[in-house]
C-alpha cells in the first residue's frame, strides 16, 4: 500500500487555511475527514488538509501567496489576493430573490498599476453599513474571484471562501484620489477623473440591455449563469458625446448614472417605451437633455471597437454654479493666487 505523505503540522495547516477563508476550524476538520474517507485512509490527516486546501484556491506549500495587482486582473480569476485604495463606493441597492430580501453594494478600488469595481452581496455589505471601511481606506482581498462585468472588463466578487479587511499598505493610486478634474483633451487611458461639460449628443442605439433579476449579472443567450433561466430584468445604458471646450469624449451612462440622466429609472423608463417597442418617447426624453451641463467622475478605457477613448461615468450631477464656485475659489486659494 502506498500512501501519500504531505509534510507539516496538521493544527498549523488548519489554521492557514482559517486565515485565508471563512471556516471554522472545526469545519475544516471536517473537510479533512471526509477528503480522508474519501482516499480510503492512503493519504494522512496533513495530506488531506493540503488537498482541502488546494480545493479551497490556496497552496500551502509555498508560504507566500502572490499578491496580483488590479492592473493584471481578468475575468475568471480564482483565488486571486489583491489590494487597493477605496476610490467611490456606492450606494447600497436592496433588492428580492424568491421573497427574501438582499442587499448589493458596488465600490472602485485603485492601485498603481490601475483600477476595478467590487460587488459586496448581503452579508458582506454589513462592513460598509457598519463603517468599518470608507472611502480613502486601503482594503485587501483575500481569496477572492472575478467575473466580466457589463463593459467586458473583470469584476471582483468576494465568495463565501473569501475576506475582506482594512490594510495597513500604502497605496497611492495610479489616477487621483478624489478624481481631480481635468480637460477632457487631457483624457488618457486608466485614469480616474472629473470632466465638466455639455452633453452635445446622444447615439441613436437600444437603450436597454438585459440582466439577471437575481444577481444583477450579465445573461448569456438569456440565460444567467448562476441562476440558469430567468425572466430578464431590463436596465438603462446611454451613451453620448460631452464637449468642454477643449475636446470632447465619447461617454457611457450606465445602470444608475443613466437613470440620473434620464430622470427615471429603468423600470419605468422600459414601461415608457413599450417595452422596447417604441424607442420615440426616450428619444425625445433624451433631446430635451442636449445643451445641460454635468459633472461627471468616472474611468477612461478604450473602446476595442472604435479604437477610440472612451469615458465609463462613475457619478453624475448637474453644474450647481454656487458649488462650482467654491471649487474655483478653493483651487485658486491652493495655489496662493488668491487670499480668502
Request: hydrophobic content about 35%; proline content about 3%.
Amino acid at each position: 500500500m502506498v500512501h501519500f505523505v504531505m509534510y507539516g503540522n496538521l493544527d498549523g495547516l488548519i489554521n492557514k487555511i482559517v486565515e485565508n477563508t471563512e471556516l471554522s476550524p472545526s469545519e475544516i476538520e471536517n473537510l479533512i475527514k471526509e477528503k480522508e474517507n474519501e482516499f480510503s485512509g492512503l493519504i494522512t490527516p496533513e495530506g488531506a488538509a493540503h488537498i482541502v486546501a488546494k480545493e479551497l484556491g490556496l497552496n500551502l506549500l509555498n508560504s507566500t501567496s502572490k499578491e496580483l495587482k488590479i492592473g493584471n486582473i481578468l475575468s475568471g480569476m480564482r483565488s486571486i489576493n489583491i489590494k487597493g485604495k477605496i476610490m467611490k463606493i456606492f450606494d447600497v441597492r436592496e433588492f428580492k430573490k424568491n421573497d427574501e430580501p438582499g442587499k448589493v453594494v458596488n465600490m472602485i478600488i485603485a492601485d498603481e498599476t490601475g483600477q476595478a469595481r467590487i460587488s459586496l452581496w448581503n452579508e458582506q455589505v454589513k462592513i460598509i453599513e457598519d463603517g468599518k471601511i470608507k472611502e480613502g481606506d486601503v482594503i485587501e482581498i483575500i481569496n477572492g474571484y472575478t467575473k466580466e462585468d457589463s463593459f467586458g472588463g473583470a469584476e471582483i466578487r468576494i465568495g463565501k471562501l473569501g475576506k475582506i479587511k482594512k490594510s495597513d499598505a500604502k497605496i497611492t493610486p495610479k489616477t487621483s484620489e478624489k478624481g481631480k478634474r481635468i480637460k477632457i483633451s487631457n483624457l488618457t487611458p486608466g485614469m480616474n477623473s472629473e470632466i465638466r461639460g455639455v452633453v452635445v449628443q446622444f447615439f441613436e442605439t437600444n437603450p436597454f440591455f438585459f440582466v439577471c433579476p437575481e444577481c444583477g449579472g450579465k445573461l448569456i443567450d438569456g440565460k444567467c449563469k448562476e441562476h440558469g433561466d430567468v425572466k430578464p430584468k431590463p436596465v438603462l445604458i446611454i451613451s453620448g458625446v460631452v464637449d468642454d471646450g477643449y475636446g470632447n469624449v465619447r461617454v457611457v451612462f450606465f445602470r444608475e448614472q443613466a437613470e440620473k440622466i434620464l430622470g427615471m429609472n429603468s423600470e419605468d423608463a422600459y414601461k415608457l417605451a413599450e417595452e422596447g417597442k417604441n424607442l420615440n418617447p426616450l428619444r425625445e426624453k433624451l433631446e430635451s437633455i442636449l445643451g445641460k451641463e454635468f459633472i461627471i467622475n468616472g474611468r477612461t478605457k478604450v473602446n476595442k471597437f472604435f479604437e477610440k477613448l472612451e469615458f465609463i461615468a462613475d457619478e453624475v450631477k448637474e453644474v450647481n454654479p454656487e458649488e462650482e464656485a467654491k471649487t474655483i475659489l478653493n483651487s485658486l486659494e491652493e495655489k496662493k493666487i488668491i487670499k480668502m
